[in-house]
């Protein structure tokens, strides 16, 4: 049954990547209040590896995560007894990872005698722009990190349409590995911003796959082999770093920017005509990208919504408001609630779309569907 008019407390967990997170949550009236959010990254440990080590991540996952939701509770001022629910990611993500928080939600649920809800990590991400603002559903997504790229209709809660996704490399797996080409380090998103700041953006021509093709989905791989290429054949030296990472990042650019048009010209938002384009995921800090799709926002005559960049990237707020929308919406059966669920390293938020058309990939996380 709906728990629409009830307050509910979450506590949230996520350990799908390289963030350990966890935060408590207030759902009331469907307003959400953040209580406590505590994100451990572990940069420092993948660094060295210039991209995320599974195994690693999972070690540290298991280290930190009692730790994390100890700090998330004790900031938060509650005790378990006071939770309504415990939601943790169950994937898609590094299997390792999940699991820990999964086993770590799954026995704070059993021994408080509270349900456990299984979230997936992708609806989090097509949630997180309803933890600040006012974002009524529905609205058109695209979400943007080192795992994802793909562009979403939210139409409600567990109502999602795929119109388009990457067929191979996510974006921010581009910016990472154009940075390791260059020599800049892990991660490289923030790397490749600032010196494309001071570059070019014509000094290299760089291609700009499936841009003129119709549809939504997108390409990076050969923009990834093309700047690779070019690093090789040039006489690089500081302002040509600067010129390839400007023409890079203005490639993904125009990518991004050519593809959200069309998607808000078939996105039809129905009821008052209002059209809400959200932008989440760890590219979404990019400035230059961020600049490009307000304009098309405003050119479509639609708002851009960007959540701040704490919720843009990994996070266990985004974990914590899914599993609260679901137990208000009467979405989790049973006391125990999803104990019996598995941890699931791909899970594609529209299946319908997945089957019918997988996207095979190779990065980070797999299918990026
Ligand atoms: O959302 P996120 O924290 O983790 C995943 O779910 O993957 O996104 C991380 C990705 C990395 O690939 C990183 O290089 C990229 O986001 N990123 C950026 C910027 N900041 C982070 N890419 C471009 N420009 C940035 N400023
Ligand atoms: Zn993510």
Redesign the pocket.
């Known amino acids: 049954m709906p728990l629409m008019s009830q307050t509910l407390t979450l506590l949230g967990i996520e350990t799908s ?1 390289d963030e350990t997170a966890a935060a408590v949550l207030r759902l009331q009236d469907g307003r959400a209040e953040l209580v406590s959010d505590v994100i451990r990254t572990q940069l420092d440990e993948h660094a060295p590896y210039l991209g995320v080590v599974p195994e690693i991540a999972a070690r540290a996952h298991a280290e930190l995560a009692d730790l994390t939701v100890k700090a998330a509770m004790h900031e938060a001022g509650i005790s378990y007894s006071e939770l309504d629910g415990v939601a943790a990611t169950a994937g898609p993500g590094l299997i390792g990872g999940v699991l820990v928080g999964m086993m770590t939600g799954k026995a704070i649920a059993q021994a408080a005698g509270k349900p456990f809800i299984a979230v997936n990590h992708l609806e989090g991400h097509a949630l997180s722009p309803r933890l600040g603002n006012d974002c009524p559903f529905p609205y058109l997504l695209l979400l943007v ?4 790229c793909q562009f979403l209709e939210v139409r409600g809660l567990g109502d999602y349409r795929r119109l388009g996704s990457t067929i191979d490399d996510a974006v ?2 581009a ?2 590995k154009t940075a390791k080409t260059l020599g800049l380090g892990f ?4 790397a ?2 600032r010196l494309a700041e001071g570059g070019n953006p014509d000094a290299f021509a760089l291609p700009r796959p499936l841009l003129n093709r119709p549809g939504l989905d997108m390409s990076f791989a050969g923009l990834k082999t093309a700047v690779a290429r070019a690093a090789a054949e040039d006489t690089m030296n500081d302002d040509r770093m600067k010129d390839l990472c400007a023409s890079f990042q203005t490639a993904v650019t125009d990518i991004l920017a050519t593809k959200a048009a069309l998607a808000l010209e078939a996105f039809d938002p129905g009821g008052d005509g209002a059209k809400r384009f959200v932008v989440a ?3 979404a ?2 400035k230059a990208i961020r600049a490009a799709l307000d304009e098309v926002a405003k050119s479509a005559g639609a708002r851009l919504i960007a959540p701040p960049l704490r919720h ?3 996070n266990a707020a985004m974990i914590a408001l899914a599993g609260a929308e679901r137990l208000a919406a009467g979405l989790v059966e049973g006391e125990a609630g999803d104990l019996g669920t598995g941890a699931r390293p791909r899970w594609p938020l529209d299946e319908a779309a997945a089957k019918s058309a997988p996207v095979y990939g190779t990065g980070r996380r797999g299918a990026k569907a």
């Open positions: 990547c990190s080192g795992g994802h921010g797996e910016f990472d991660p490289g998103g923030p490749v911003e995921g760890g590219v800090a990019n843009c990237t990994d």
